[in-house]
């Protein structure tokens, strides 16, 4: 019963993240590196523990756990750093959304001096202290292009292991929205995952596509930095939450309630208080969706926004919200209302995707629709024969930390089994 994984060097001429990934790896020769000659020469190794797919913070958090249960792991990871997500595809200004003590991975707190909501330096910063802490090292520049189940193994696989953990992640890969004429606009297109600062677009126009926390978090940016005022799409309706409320955060506030009310009780708390503290968002071009936000979150996954200060801007117009967009031409473009305006720059917020169903052979477990279990939580940690995902039930760091639990509880009681069972017939 194995699993055999291929991962592809080639593959990695075009993967944006591997520049330098050479040098550095020279310069930062390690035991990794060993191992890794040693699995080009071979193209076929044994794992003998499970091989993770991913070095983000799940990936990170379920070797952790397995350590902690002596069971050994490899980590496969694709770029030239752990949590690759937050070291270079997020903006200067990220701090995490949620209040740290929902975001902290299994057996390592974070340190007692870290603010409320950590910087993204300071999770980053977490995170190297955490793999260092359980000796984590993962191979990098591994970018698994295949993964299939094998009844009796063998084949062309250079890894070879019983248990194969999916934590590539649901943001993945760049979701990029299908415009008319998108591709001949005559300035700058960048996804928010090259986005660094708006200090780039000084005196710019810049249209931001899509509002979620992403783009929410960009058009406020660029205000800081003087580009001429921003503008965002808003093609659909969006739930905004102030990000504290009652003197509380409201994601703690939420949780807590949920666990004396139903959601939909939480949800009309939910949108009093936000009325109260926000006003009516509909008068801004921000409409709300028929369904509360906690609801909308557990049935379609889409998530609130939590306002740290772009409603305000919105509000004295140094943000214009648009409708959706009909068709772009040169600098020029056309909103599904019939106006039209000229801008220098666009940036997409139009989120990320998982990019599992182009590696993973077995169509069972994940969807190809949307690369995410098909089970819904909280069963979707577990599949067949050996295959496992960490970091897929869209709640975030937290839901990541209870899938690795999980899953390295399920794995240690087989590999006990195995080692036992190995011992005895030896
Ligand atoms: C801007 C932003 C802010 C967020 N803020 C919060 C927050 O405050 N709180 C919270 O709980 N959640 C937050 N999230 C959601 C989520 O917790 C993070 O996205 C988190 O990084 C998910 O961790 P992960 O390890 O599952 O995925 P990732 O961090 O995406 O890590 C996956 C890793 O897998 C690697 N990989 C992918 N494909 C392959 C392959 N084929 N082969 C080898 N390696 C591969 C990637 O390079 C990457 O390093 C935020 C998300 C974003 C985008």
């Not at 084949?155 to 998108?182: F, K, M």
């Not at 590696?359 to 577990?382: A, I, Q, T, V, Y």
Request: glycine fraction near 10%; charge should be positive.
């Amino acid at each position: 019963m194995e699993s055999c994984i291929k991962e592809n060097e080639g593959k990695r001429a075009h993967d944006p993240l591997h520049h330098d990934r050479t040098e550095k790896r020279r310069q930062n020769a390690c035991s990794v590196d060993v191992h890794c000659k040693e699995i080009i020469a071979d193209r076929l190794v044994w794992v003998p523990g499970p091989i993770i797919v991913g070095a983000g913070p799940s990936g990170l958090a379920v070797a952790a756990c397995l350590k902690a249960r002596n069971v050994p792991s490899l980590v496969l990871e694709r770029s030239n750093c752990i949590a690759s997500l937050w070291q270079l595809k997020t903006y200067d200004r990220l701090s995490l959304h949620l209040p740290k003590q929902f975001c902290e991975l299994p057996l390592m707190p974070f340190p007692p001096e870290f603010p409320t909501y950590p910087t993204k330096q300071q999770f980053v910063g977490y995170l190297e202290a955490y793999a260092a802490k359980f000796a984590i090292r993962p191979a990098f520049g591994r970018t698994v292009v295949g993964a299939e189940y094998e009844e009796g193994g063998g084949g062309v696989a250079e890894y070879v292991g019983r248990w194969l953990i999916v934590a590539t992640g649901e943001n993945a890969e760049v979701a990029a929205p299908d415009i008319e004429g998108l591709r001949d606009f005559k300035g700058p297109v960048a996804h928010t995952s090259a986005y660094k600062s708006g200090g780039a677009f000084r005196r710019q126009r810049v249209l931001v596509v899509g509002c979620g926390n992403s783009g929410m978090e960009v058009c406020l940016d660029l205000c800081n930095h003087n580009a001429s005022p921003p503008s965002i799409v808003v093609r659909d309706t969006v739930h905004i939450l102030p990000r504290e409320m009652l003197g509380l955060s409201t994601f703690g506030l939420s949780m807590w309630l949920l666990k004396w009310f139903p959601v939909r009780l939480v949800d009309q708390f939910l949108l009093l208080v936000s009325w109260f503290m926000l006003g009516d968002t509909a008068r801004y071009g921000l409409r709300r969706p028929p369904v509360g936000p906690l609801e909308l979150k557990s049935l379609l996954g889409k998530t609130p926004v939590l306002d740290v200060g772009t409603l305000a801007k919105i509000k004295s117009g140094e943000i214009k919200v648009q409708p959706a967009i009909r068709r772009m031409t040169g600098h020029r473009v056309e909103f599904v209302d019939g106006r039209s305006e000229d801008f220098d720059a666009i940036v997409l917020a139009t989120g990320y995707r998982s990019n599992v169903p182009s590696w993973l052979k077995d169509k069972e477990f994940f969807s190809d629709k949307d690369g995410l279990p098909r089970k819904p939580f909280p069963n979707s940690w577990k599949g067949e024969r050996g295959l496992y995902a960490v970091g897929f039930t869209r709640r975030g760091l937290m839901g990541a930390s209870a899938d690795a639990r999980r899953i390295a509880r399920d794995i240690e009681q087989q590999w006990n089994a195995e080692t036992k069972h190995g011992q005895s017939r030896s």
